[in-house]
């Protein structure tokens, strides 16, 4: 386990992206302190001052790692198998649990390293007063430690399953949302219910570390609209975390081993060599059987856009008219639960179901498709074989962007019968569901063209997804922070203000969800976005003739 | 007889650099239609640059190259439709069939669809790939990756293949086939440059060979050009009966040739090697005194020189500048 160890947190720490990272915590800390730390003779006996520093200093924390620590696991075990390392590794006298043991402690230490570059921040908070180092301090670093191994297991987890770096980079990054943020949504509906699925749900958001953590904050539970919650939400996050560790630890020790690579090459069998019932059988199955033979490219088609509909392994059109089906059947059941009475639901909450189900998607499909679609190419050699054909850089652009475009229509598609059975309720709805489409649409462009955008900087496929969720999750989930503060420290107006770049909190306050009813966020988020856009949109084309001129 | 509308690839003076780095510098060159230049040179002598500014992929620092009269750096576009570049890395795309990467690319050049599918066709014929049609590209193994890299090279018809480096990790039948197809393109009036580390590879297929190193063109011509400019001495091996005396055999050959540094005896093999240029007269009287000598010689011979002796002369001789 040593040796694995050593050699982790050796190839860890060499890298740019681990001191990029230790820069920007060490500089995020210090503004924090920088920004909050008394001014003038003044003594606050209350501890008020302090009380926000900390607040902020939680959640940037909580944010650091549940943003940073799972690309490190998450390419782990995929990279050394791609690398042909791990055959090496397997192949020594290491047994499986010392590869693994060593892996997820090279990654608990990036984490403690991260820790002490916060501790003067957490030194400061403590001295300004009104912070107690044992009921406050010490146990937000005990849960931030737990989840550092927590995401650490899931990474690792994903990793000894994932084919490629990238696809380990989206489930993991998939994975953590679902873990740090869906799992919360469903109480937020169904808090003040009496059903045994209002009981599910309220255990259920205990298996993130928000609610431990702001009650550790002093923030009481996210969400909460009525009174009440658990007792002990930081215990219970940490014996829910434990578990899950414990659980994965095992099933991804099991996994190492020379099983991994006992898997003949396919044989590229296609579906017309079948038989006809396994032919009428897949097509039902699958609507888009993936493994028939196809046709060719027609005319007037762009290619690079069917070559990247055929050859992406994420957002396969087969899976993404499941998907598109599951989300029509999701958004109308909903509706139609309100419209029988059947759910005690106003359209309002319908409405933010539906729009964060949405932003969900797009926030987690788009770098999954786009973030590849530049980085990917660099990556396999493929872009110096299409700068080799008479393809333009537009040619090959507009194919590329195509590709993610016609994807995110579909996705956004499904969940619009949800909408207009909404306005069939209530008519006077129609204008803040048109908003919010606007709103939607909107998301996905700026989506799309950041992520891709992000992609033609990297020639990693992997990089270029995680730079691109940090950033999507910064300006959709990070600026959330500022909302959970709105009462204190933030004002209104600073809320209101940051929430402006934030497309969800925009579509949000749009179809009047209780707590963003009140910030006017349209049309200056729609201003912002364009504008990101348009920018994004040209240093993407630049960097694409960049990339396509002679070397 | 070659005219000059034969001369299909012209380089002339082409020097690059990367900063203070000369990659390639002040190297000309001429391919003629229907040729195969082996383009040979130790690991970063600057093959690939000079092939990246032939394609259109980079733009020379000084100098210039053609191909069928058309400019590398000015008409990128045409250089595109007349050559056929198939670079060190694959360049394979993940869930896509073999036959669906190549209407890919046949697609990219803007061939219709009907003359597609039917060149797709030859091309899969011409690898011998058209088992393979509906394999998944990144399933092959390298020798079949290498086939499909060239059938997707020729999709265009191209008047010029440029191949870099495509013998490169294949295993001796895969080398065998891979020779034959070019040698069958080379049949079909294609124009080819290979470049290659497996030097006996090129040397049974090239008609013209260029040796590069630190940039710069250090030996150009056919094989035998190359050969009597680089190799003006002969190695002749005398193979001894075993256990022959092998010092009377070495003080004889050393007293004919005057030259102690050109004898190089060997008791492992009972064999004593000479390199000389003396005429075969003279090595005719040298096995005379061997044999009067009371030396058993069981073998006389001539070792030929090949592309590798030519290939390690060269590079032994330092650069002049």
């Known amino acids: 386990m040593g040796a694995i160890l050593e050699r982790e947190l050796l190839s860890l720490f060499r890298t740019r992206r681990a001191f990029a990272i230790q820069a920007g915590v060490a500089v995020a800390c210090l503004i924090l302190v920088a920004l909050r730390w008394p001014q003038g003779a003044q003594v606050d006996l209350a501890g008020m001052r302090s009380r926000e520093v900390f607040i902020l200093f939680g959640y940037a924390l909580l944010s650091a790692v549940v943003l940073l620590v799972p690309s490190f696991p998450a390419s782990s075990i995929v990279r050394e198998r791609q690398q042909r390392t791990l055959v090496l590794l397997l192949h020594s006298p290491l047994s499986s649990s010392a590869v693994y043991f060593g892996k997820l402690a090279a990654t608990l230490g990036f984490v403690v390293v991260l820790i002490f570059l916060t501790v003067p921040a957490a030194a400061a908070c403590h001295a300004m007063g009104g912070i107690s180092l044992t009921g406050q301090l010490l146990p937000l670093y005990a849960v931030m430690l737990v989840l550092a191994v927590q995401l650490g297991a899931l990474g690792l987890w994903v990793s000894s399953h994932a084919r490629t770096p990238d696809s380990a980079m989206r489930i993991t990054y998939g994975a953590v949302l679902v873990l740090v943020l869906f799992t919360m949504i469903p109480h937020f509906f169904l808090q003040g219910t009496q059903s045994s699925a209002a009981t599910g749900a309220f255990w259920l958001r205990f298996v993130s570390p928000i609610p431990a953590v702001m009650e550790l904050l002093g923030h009481r539970d996210i969400g909460q609209r009525t009174a009440g919650g658990a007792e002990y939400p930081v215990a219970t996050y940490l014996v829910s975390a434990v578990l899950m560790t414990v659980v994965l630890a095992v099933l991804t020790t099991r996994r190492l081993s020379f099983r991994m690579f006992d898997a003949p090459r396919s044989q590229g069998l296609v579906t017309d060599q079948r038989s006809l019932l396994q032919r009428v059988f897949r097509r039902f199955a699958f609507l888009v059987d993936p493994q028939r033979r196809k046709s060719e490219i027609g005319p007037w088609t762009n290619p690079v856009m069917i070559k990247e509909f055929r050859s992406r392994q994420f957002g396969r059109l087969h899976w993404l008219l499941r998907l598109v089906s599951a989300c029509a059947v999701i958004s109308l059941a909903l509706t139609w639960a309100t419209t029988l009475g059947s759910a005690d639901w106003g359209v309002e909450t319908i409405g933010g179901i539906i729009v964060v189900m949405q932003m969900a998607l797009i926030v987690l499909i788009t770098p999954g498709l786009a973030a590849g679609l530049i980085s990917g190419e660099l990556e396999s050699g493929g872009w110096k074989l299409l700068r080799m054909t008479p393809m333009s850089a537009g040619v090959i652009l507009r194919g590329k962007l195509l590709s993610v475009s016609w994807t995110m229509l579909l996705i956004l598609l499904a969940t619009l019968p949800g909408y207009l059975v909404m306005v069939w309720i209530n008519p006077l709805v129609s204008e803040q569901v048109r908003q919010v489409v606007i709103s939607l649409v909107l998301t996905a462009v700026f989506s799309i063209v950041l992520s891709t955008t992000v992609s033609s900087f990297f020639r990693r496929t992997s990089a270029a997804t995680v730079a691109s969720y940090v950033v999507l999750l910064v300006i959709c989930a990070g600026t959330l922070l500022f909302w959970l503060g709105r009462d204190a420290p933030f004002g209104h107006a600073t809320v209101e203000g940051a929430l402006k770049i934030n497309p969800l909190a925009a579509a949000l306050s749009v179809i009047r969800t209780p707590g963003f009813a009140i910030y006017r966020l349209i049309p200056a988020n729609w201003w912002i976005l364009g504008t990101l856009t348009v920018l994004l949109l040209l240093l993407l084309s630049l960097r694409i003739r960049i990339l396509m001129a002679p070397d | ?321």
């Open chain 2, 1 to 321: 007889m070659t005219t000059t509308s034969d001369r299909v690839v012209v380089i002339e003076h082409l020097t690059k650099r990367f900063g203070e780095f000369t990659a390639v510098e002040d190297l000309s060159l001429t391919v003629h239609r229907g040729q195969i230049l082996g383009f040979i040179g130790p690991n970063g002598a600057g093959k690939t640059t000079t092939i990246s500014v032939l394609v259109g992929l980079a733009r020379p620092t000084s100098g210039s190259a053609s191909i069928a009269g058309a400019d590398c750096s000015r008409e990128t576009h045409r250089i595109k439709q007349l050559v056929g570049y198939m670079p060190d890395v694959f360049g394979s795309y993940d869930n896509m069939r073999v036959r669906e990467y190549l209407d890919f690319f046949g697609a990219a050049y803007g061939i219709a669809r009907t003359e597609r599918r039917k060149r797709i066709q030859e091309v899969l014929e011409i690898t011998n790939a058209e088992w393979m049609q509906d394999r998944f590209v990144e399933s092959l193994s390298h020798g079949m990756k290498q086939r499909i890299g060239i059938a997707r090279t020729l999709l265009h018809d191209p008047e010029v293949v440029i191949l870099d480096e495509p013998a490169n990790g294949l295993d001796p039948s895969a080398r065998i086939e891979m020779r034959e197809i070019l040698l069958r393109l080379a049949e079909n009036g294609k124009t080819l440059i290979v470049t290659s580390h497996i030097l006996p590879e090129l040397a049974r297929i090239c008609n013209q060979v260029a040796i590069i190193t630190h940039g710069r063109l250090r030996a150009a011509g056919t094989l035998e050009e190359i050969m009597a400019r680089v190799s003006q001495e002969r190695t002749i091996e005398i193979q001894l009966s075993s256990g022959a005396p092998l010092e009377e055999a070495v003080r004889l050959v050393t007293d004919f040739s005057g030259n102690p540094d050109a004898v190089h005896p060997s008791e492992a093999e009972s064999m004593v090697r000479l390199r000389t240029n003396r005429s075969e007269e003279d090595l005719g009287s040298l096995l005379k005194t061997l044999v009067s000598g009371g030396v058993p010689v069981t073998q006389f011979r001539e070792v030929a020189a090949d592309l590798e002796d030519a290939f390690l002369s060269v590079t032994a001789t330092p650069v002049s500048d």
